[in-house]
């Protein structure tokens, strides 16, 4: 055999043993999401179960969080649009174009712990039946984060082969975590689309307002 057809043999093996280490650490992944969404989903159903059960004792106050909810909402989404568009370059091998969106998300994810840390402060703060309604999933959603954040340190600082099979595995983590997050947030009414969007708007207008002065 020539040096050739072995270099080309110990590439191909190299390919499988690297296309079946992502493939099988993203069954697990998914076993583990899958695993994760029953045990918040414990949570969730505990908040929805009480709300409906006494509306009064344990639904929040409408400015209970002040604009919290709708900040981490509104970073989660972002969050997940600059890790979609890390997923491109990442197919299409733009490396430099990559690294500077990695780079862009990591301040992002302090922010949004930052967020909901301050979120869980707050709750912290309400009585004792707003405590045991909310305070799960408010935790739940902020152990997700600080697990994504350092999944993303991990990206910013291996070697592009590893990145190869460390990244799709990520990005698993990454858009799960939003996903869970913003679907948490919807079901346990802490934010809903129509106000946050009134919310936005009124946001805007304060800005459009004093950059016009």
């Known amino acids: 055999m020539s040096s050739h057809a072995a270099e080309h043999g110990h590439a191909d093996a190299h390919h499988m043993i690297t296309h079946d280490t992502v493939k099988a650490a993203n069954m697990g992944v998914f076993l583990g999401t899958v695993s994760f969404t029953f045990f918040s989903a414990t949570a969730v159903a505990c908040n929805v179960y009480l709300r409906s059960w006494s509306h009064d004792q344990f639904t929040l106050a409408d400015r209970a969080l002040k604009d919290l909810p709708y900040l981490d909402t509104l970073t989660l989404i972002v969050a997940g649009l600059l ?3 890390a997923g491109r370059f990442f197919r ?12 862009l998300a990591v301040p992002l994810y302090l922010i949004i712990g930052d967020v909901q840390y301050w979120i869980i402060d707050a709750l912290s703060k309400q009585n004792s039946q707003i405590q045991t309604a909310y305070m ?13 954040f350092i999944l993303l340190v991990r990206v910013n600082w291996i070697t592009r082969e590893k990145l190869k099979t460390y990244f799709p595995i990520c990005m698993n983590v990454w858009l799960y975590t939003i996903a869970s997050s913003i679907i948490m947030l919807l079901i ?16 805007l207008s304060s800005i459009a307002s004093l950059g016009g002065k």
């Open 92 to 103: 299409t091998k733009s490396w430099r174009k990559f690294n500077v969106t990695m780079a």
């Open 188 to 203: 346990t009414d802490v934010v809903n689309f129509g106000d946050m969007a009134a919310w936005c708007g009124t946001k």
């Open 136 to 148: 799960g999933p408010a935790l739940i959603e902020f152990a997700l984060t600080v697990l994504s």
């Open 83 to 85: 890790l979609l568009l």
